[in-house]
Every structure is written in structure tokens, then in C-alpha cells.
């Protein structure tokens, strides 16, 4: 059974500072993504990594996937106060239905 | 390209009462989720529909909660009776073939 640990779950950091949040799953799993939710608002999409290696940048945020370690990377850099939320992994079950398969979210919280 | 659209936004009812959530997914989009999401957790898949039909319910409370999705396109979730516990934000999601799933903005169900 496919299970998804994100750490750590809650993150307290300064602005201009750089931090790392790990996705770690427990079986294979062809996708990973990452999600951010801002406090009452919905899901929204940021990365879809599909294959050993890739890595993907928007911004301040640098997403990663290592197949064989079974781990995904979120990597802040230079920390703004506009990227407080909760970071979600989600892995993809690949045999039941290609279930999405979620961590429990990192709350981060970027101060001045 | 319009989002997934979903109402009421916010529903506050008592215990034993009933209640039903609306979605209209991206045009074109064939599966269709609903999440069941409580404070400070991840989403909960309750059920997966492909086009119209059901693909995936296995944690969905089939004694007070059922779901539907006519035609292949909006769908319906109802939950009679509503208990406490069901306060949550119920997120819809829908997604083209196995790409990311975007979600609406989310129902607010208070349960008092």
C-alpha cells in the first residue's frame, strides 16, 4: 500500500532564507506532484514530476524526484512572506486506479 | 479556459439535517474526484468518477453520503444525515486523462 510522509510539518523560517521540504513514498509511484493551499482557499497545481531525476523551477520554489530513493524535494530559496501555505505532496497510485496518494501538507510560515 | 466551478461556497446546517454540494468540472475533463478535507489535514478521496461512472468509493460513508454524476459532466454530493464530524471543506477536482488534478475553490460545511 502506497503511503506519502512529508517533513517536517510545520516550518517556521525568515524571509531571505533557504529550506528543504521531503516527500518520502513507500512504493512506486510513476507522478509526483506538489500542491500549495493558502489558509481557506483551495489546492492549486505547482509541479508534476514524471521521471528519476527531473527537476523543475518556478520562482523562489525548485521541485525534485529521486525514483530510487523513493523522495521528492521542495526547495525554497531566498524565503518571501508571500510563500506562506501549506505544500502538499501527492503520489500517484499507479495500480489502484491512479489514486493520488496524500502527505498530511507542510505548514510554512515565512516571517520578516 | 474556465475552472472548476463548485456551490454553495459556505453551507452551515444542524446535525441530522441534509445537504448537497454542486460541481461542474473543466470542459472536457472525463474523471471527475471529491475530497473530503478537515482542518489542518489532507484531502480524503471520497469518490472518483470516470465520465459517469463510479470508479473508485471505497471511503466514502455510503449510509449517509452518496454522489452522482449525470450525463458525464456535474455531480452531486449529498450527505443525509449530516453528523458533527462532517464539518469539512468538500474540494472538487477534475483532471484530463492522468495529468494533475485541479480543484474548485471548495464547499465549507459547518455541522452544528
Known amino acids: 500500500e502506497l503511503k506519502v510522509e512529508q517533513n517536517p510539518l510545520f516550518l517556521s523560517m525568515q524571509e531571505g532564507k533557504n529550506y528543504t521540504i521531503y516527500c518520502n513514498y513507500s512504493t512506486t509511484s510513476d507522478r509526483l506532484y506538489w500542491y500549495r493551499q493558502d489558509p481557506g482557499k483551495s489546492l492549486e497545481s505547482l509541479f508534476v514530476?514524471?521521471?528519476n531525476g527531473a527537476v523543475k523551477q518556478e520562482g523562489r520554489l525548485m521541485a525534485s524526484l529521486d525514483t530510487k530513493a523513493r523522495l521528492s524535494t521542495l526547495h525554497i530559496t531566498a524565503a518571501v512572506h508571500d510563500l506562506s501555505a501549506t505544500y502538499f505532496c501527492a503520489a500517484n497510485n499507479a495500480g489502484n486506479n491512479r489514486k493520488l496518494i496524500w502527505g498530511l501538507g507542510t505548514s510554512l510560515a515565512v516571517n520578516p | 479556459e474556465a475552472g472548476v466551478a463548485q456551490s454553495p461556497r459556505y453551507k452551515i446546517i444542524e446535525k441530522r439535517q441534509s445537504v448537497a454540494f454542486w460541481c461542474n468540472p473543466i470542459?472536457?475533463?472525463?474523471?471527475l474526484y471529491w475530497y473530503q478535507q478537515i482542518l489542518g489535514q489532507g484531502p480524503k478521496l471520497l469518490i472518483q468518477?470516470?465520465?459517469?461512472?463510479?470508479?473508485?468509493d471505497s471511503q466514502l460513508p455510503k449510509d449517509r453520503f452518496s454522489a452522482e454524476r449525470l450525463k458525464g459532466v456535474d455531480s452531486t454530493l449529498k450527505i443525509q444525515p449530516a453528523k458533527l464530524e462532517d464539518s469539512a471543506v468538500y474540494l472538487c477536482a477534475s483532471t484530463l486523462g492522468i495529468n494533475e488534478q485541479f480543484f474548485g475553490p471548495g464547499t465549507r460545511l459547518t455541522v452544528l
Open positions: 514530476l514524471l521521471s
Open positions: 468518477f470516470q465520465n459517469n461512472g463510479v470508479v473508485d
Open positions: 470542459s472536457g475533463h472525463a474523471t
